[in-house]
């Protein structure tokens, strides 16, 4: 049998559409090569992982030298160097106050756990988020994710979960336009807390760019707006960084593009290049808010995922790799904006640094989502060596998130290849 075949009989896959019909073999930097010597220009990075490219040279040394040393001792019973010494980075590259870490494995661990620790130290139980956020697989992930395509079958789900518009101008939920909306979205938070809850709010959760829902991005000023309702009502921030962390926007994390600092911040995907780990860092005295008993991962910390995380943020800033993610995000989205005069499927560019969402639609003024070109386009490129991926709410937006360490020849040869599958279903 080979890999697919035995994937068909042994991997469960009857969640997932389908698998790409590509067997991978290895990877370096931008380019992953199948096992048919096949090469690929990677602009999902694995959904969004892989920020400093794939098998970073540091990263891969420093994991190699941590794995002859010791691989696992549980970092919660034993301490474990290069657990504190990514904490202690964690500490200096986080916005604010933000100091204390928890480990975990993946994004929906630290949410979860994030959440957790709100409840805590706020001593209340409810949660608003946003409508077409996602935040994971869990069970209480699950109940705070807006975004039904991810959620259906899977209920009944948590109570003390309430949903916020999300700020998605494209599609505005009050049918207004930004700025002269007056960024209704936001100040929609009163009305959620006064009408939806029963005034015992632990946290509001948000990315600074939704992900999944299509990389929806706020207006600049949305947060500003929501952070002064939340402290009025002395309600935390969980900033859910798990896609935007990591110099994704074109900041070591998103939500310093809008200039407020969370009380919670959860990371997890381009945190070691690869290696699973996942943290959410807080203030020391919301951190200190678990008591015995309360937290515990077996794997959080990992030694090597942690070793593997500190050269992979060490890399990050060494290359400045925020300020030239900004740039190359910049250079993507001016070509794609030229194509979009062309192209009338190209209905929304959107995004920050190499988090690009193209939103396609069958009419500009219908904007009804075109899913199946969607579908077309990304068969198109895949066959023509370029990987980029499909998501939204509706499944219509093309999703643009190659490693931070692309070329500009090789971003060039993206949008050749993008352009070619426009010209076949537009
Ligand atoms: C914003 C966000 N939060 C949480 C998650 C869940 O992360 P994981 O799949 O590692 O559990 C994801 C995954 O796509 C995500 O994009």
Do not use: W
Not at 2 to 13: D, F, G, L, M, P
Not at 79 to 95: H, I, N, R
Not at 180 to 201: H, P, Q
Not at 206 to 225: K, M, N, Q, V, W
């Amino acid at each position: 049998m080979n890999t697919i075949e035995k994937y068909k009989k042994y991997v469960n896959i009857s969640m997932v559409e389908k698998v790409q019909p590509v067997v991978i073999e290895k990877a370096h930097g931008v380019l992953v090569t199948d096992t048919n010597g096949k090469e690929y220009i990677d602009c999902f990075s694995g959904i969004a992982v892989v920020n400093a490219g794939h098998c970073n040279e540091k990263v891969i040394e420093a994991a190699k030298a941590q794995m002859d040393k010791l691989v696992h001792c549980c970092s919660y019973v034993y301490y474990s160097k290069p657990t504190a010494d990514l904490a202690e980075k964690l500490a200096q590259v986080t916005p604010g106050k933000l100091t204390k870490s928890f480990f975990g494995n993946g994004g929906a661990e630290a949410i979860e756990g994030a959440l957790r620790l709100a409840k805590q130290f706020t001593g209340r139980t409810e949660f608003i988020s946003l409508q077409a956020s996602f935040h994971g697989r869990s069970y209480a992930t699950l109940s705070i994710t807006g975004f039904s395509g991810r959620k259906k079958r899977g209920g009944p789900y948590m109570t003390g979960c309430s949903f916020l518009p999300a700020p998605y101008c494209y599609r505005c939920f009050f049918e207004l336009e930004y700025p002269r909306c007056n960024l209704r979205c936001a100040k929609a938070l009163e009305d959620i807390i006064l009408y939806n809850t029963y005034g015992n709010v632990a946290c509001f959760i948000a990315e600074p760019i939704l992900g999944e829902g299509g990389i929806i991005t706020p207006p600049d000023d949305y947060f500003l707006e929501i952070e002064k309702i939340l402290k009025r009502r002395e309600i935390l921030f969980l900033a859910d960084e798990v896609q935007t962390g990591f110099c994704r926007t074109g900041r070591m994390f998103g939500i310093e593009h809008y200039g407020v600092e969370p009380d919670i911040l959860a990371v997890a995907k381009g945190i070691a290049d690869g290696f699973p780990l996942s943290a959410f860092i807080a203030r020391e005295e919301v951190a200190d808010s678990f008591k015995p008993g309360d937290h515990l991962s077996t794997f959080g910390g990992n030694p090597v995922s942690c070793a593997a995380a500190l050269a992979n943020i060490e890399f990050l800033e060494e290359q400045n790799l925020a300020q030239k993610t900004l740039e190359k995000g910049n250079f993507l989205k001016a070509r794609l904006e030229s194509l979009k005069t062309k192209y009338k499927i190209m209905g929304e560019i959107r995004g920050k640094g190499l988090m690009i969402g193209i939103e396609l639609v069958r009419g500009p003024i219908s904007k009804d989502p075109a899913q199946t070109e969607g579908k077309k386009i990304q068969e198109i490129c895949l066959e023509k060596g370029l990987l980029i991926g499909l998501g939204g709410i509706y499944g219509n937006v093309l999703r643009i998130q190659p490693p931070l360490v692309i070329s500009q020849e090789q971003m060039e040869e993206a949008i050749k290849i993008l352009e070619l599958a426009f010209s076949k279903v537009d």
